[in-house]
C-alpha cells in the first residue's frame, strides 16, 4: 500500500501508468486520489510513478538498426 489514507497500492499505480503513459503525476493524484490526504506518501507515489513510466516506454519503443 502506497497511500493509506485514500488506499491506492502499488499496483493501482502501475495500472494508470501503464493505461495514460502520457499522463502527469497530477492526473494520477486526481483520477485515483493517491497523496491527496495527509501527504506523506507523494515522493513514495511519484517515485513508483516515475518509474513505471520509464519502464512502460522502454517496451513501447521502436528500435530500428540500419546498415550502410
Known sequence: MVCHCKMVSI???KRFSTKYPNASF???MLSTGV???CGRC???AQSHFDSFRKNGKKD???LLNFER
Open 11 to 13: 499496483k493501482e499505480i
Open 26 to 28: 497530477d492526473e494520477l
Open 35 to 37: 497523496s491527496t490526504g
Open 42 to 44: 507523494k515522493s513514495l
Open 60 to 62: 513501447t519503443q521502436l
